[in-house]
């Protein structure tokens, strides 16, 4: 499983041949930022991507636009930014360590699920795709969301290793977890959802999302899972301090 507790995470195959962002997506972000990394899986190796340097990161966008997605008390003090890609092996490992870590957890804390694909259908900011369908998967997370199953959605989706994806996938694996066909279906198709879609991974761009999974503690961008834990216990010292 992805290391949450200051223990070495090991290495990755790493993709340094990435294209340069495309003239619309650097134009819209100041400066660009491809993938570096899918990072952090003890007894696994992933793929990366290389990066560029990004524009600042933008002020954090108010949590309610994800209320669905967040796991966790929406007033906790103590809150969570993942960024992941459904179809990334270190995000499979991080969702289910996370899951654990927040079993144990009590009212100080919460999480908050977004979107990062790695495939240009839906993030142009990537030379070439990494995963071949991780565009579906995250917008029937979206759609997921909007009818109030995200994180069952979430949840099952992890639990299998995807070599491929397709819309299919999406309706077969959202009806299982108790969405309407036909308001999935009218969801993924819809131009509202794209949009919502593409928000998330600008504000993935924005945090300068360098790896997948990327964990955001209070605001700052961890550069490992590993870092995770301890991350936590000193924002916990600075309320207790406070």
């Known amino acids: 499983r992805a290391r949450l507790d200051g223990r070495s995470d090991r290495g990755c195959v790493d993709l340094r041949t990435m294209n340069s ?4 997506l650097a ?15 003890a007894g696994s190796s992933f793929a990366q991507v290389k990066a560029k340097p990004a524009a600042p990161a933008a002020a954090a966008a108010p949590e309610q636009k994800y209320k669905t997605n967040v796991k966790g008390p929406a007033d906790a003090p ?7 890609d459904f179809m990334c092996p270190g995000c499979r490992a991080a ?14 804390i919460n999480l908050t699920f977004k979107n ?5 259908t839906c993030n142009p900011g990537i030379g070439q795709s990494v995963h071949n369908g991780a565009c579906e998967l995250a917008l029937g997370a979206i759609c997921a969301s909007e009818l109030g199953v995200f994180w069952a959605y979430h949840d099952r989706i992890f639990s299998r290793a995807w070599e491929v994806a397709s819309r299919q996938d999406v309706i077969d694996n959202g009806v299982a977890v108790g969405m309407n066909k036909a308001k999935l ?27 997948t999974p990327t964990l955001v503690v209070n605001g700052k961008k961890l550069n490992a899972t590993n870092e995770f834990s301890a991350a936590v216990e000193a924002e916990r010292k600075k309320l207790a301090a406070a």
Request: one cysteine or more; glycine letters at 6%; aromatic letters at 6%.
């Open 27 to 41: 134009n819209s972000l100041s400066r660009g930022v491809a993938l570096l990394a899918l990072a952090a899986l």
């Open 95 to 108: 969702s289910g360590a996370l899951r654990e870590y927040f079993s144990q957890q009590g009212g100080d």
């Open 21 to 24: 962002l495309p003239k619309v």
């Open 185 to 211: 279906e009218a969801c993924l198709a819809s131009p509202e959802a794209k949009s919502k879609l593409a928000l998330q991974i600008k504000e993935g761009f924005e945090t300068v999302v360098q790896v």
């Open 116 to 120: 990062f694909p790695l495939e240009k």
């Open 78 to 84: 103590i809150k969570v930014v993942e960024f992941a």
